[in-house]
């Protein structure tokens, strides 16, 4: 019998972004990076605030598929910080890509938009955070990427 995969909604981190920084063209796409400048943590268990400082850093292929590598931390609300690296992919619909890339909404349904997140904290509480896998699924908004953080059982 194959083993079967599950996984359990923990929480959603809401990451503030501002504007987009370009570095150009590198040879195998379009490096971006994008500040983070805030935001919150929402769980069962878990809640904080995106502690303003970090970037995610982007390349956007030539076909629109788009590396993601995001660094940042959170703190939650009873003191603990949680380092963050995020790593992942958003593709879709190149119209629907570019309509993101000015900011204007899309149904985020129709983009594939997901991440694995790891996590580093020396506070006890939260270890559990190191000793498990996680994937997200996320979502990329004007002024926000809101990521549905599962962990996998």
């Given at each position: 019998?194959?083993?079967?995969?599950q996984?359990?909604?923990?929480?959603?981190?809401?990451?503030?972004?501002?504007?987009?920084?370009?570095?150009g063209?590198?040879?195998?796409?379009?490096r971006?990076?994008i500040?983070i400048?805030?935001?919150?943590?929402?769980?069962?268990?878990?809640?904080?605030?995106?502690?303003?400082?970090?970037?995610?850093?982007?390349i956007?292929?030539?076909?629109?598929?788009?590396?993601?590598?995001?660094?940042?931390?959170?703190?939650t609300?009873?003191?603990?910080?949680?380092?963050?690296?995020?790593?992942?992919?958003?593709?879709?619909?190149?119209?629907?890509?570019?309509?993101?890339?000015?900011?204007?909404?899309?149904?985020p349904?129709?983009?594939?938009?997901?991440?694995?997140?790891?996590?580093?904290?020396?506070?006890?509480?939260?270890r559990?955070?190191?000793?498990?896998?996680?994937?997200?699924?996320?979502a990329?908004h004007?002024?926000?990427v809101?990521i549905?953080?599962?962990?996998?059982?």
């Amino acid at each position: 019998m194959t083993p079967e995969l599950q996984t359990r909604y923990v929480f959603t981190i809401t990451a503030r972004i501002a504007e987009v920084i370009s570095a150009g063209d590198i040879g195998t796409g379009i490096r971006r990076i994008i500040p983070i400048i805030g935001g919150e943590v929402k769980g069962e268990g878990i809640n904080g605030k995106v502690l303003p400082f970090g970037a995610d850093f982007q390349i956007i292929r030539p076909s629109e598929l788009i590396e993601l590598e995001a660094k940042y931390a959170f703190e939650t609300d009873d003191g603990a910080v949680v380092y963050v690296e995020n790593k992942g992919i958003r593709f879709g619909p190149v119209d629907l890509l570019e309509k993101l890339k000015r900011g204007e909404p899309v149904d985020p349904k129709l983009i594939y938009f997901r991440t694995v997140p790891k996590f580093e904290t020396g506070a006890e509480k939260y270890r559990w955070l190191m000793e498990h896998i996680f994937i997200g699924s996320a979502a990329r908004h004007a002024d926000r990427v809101v990521i549905d953080v599962h962990q996998v059982l």
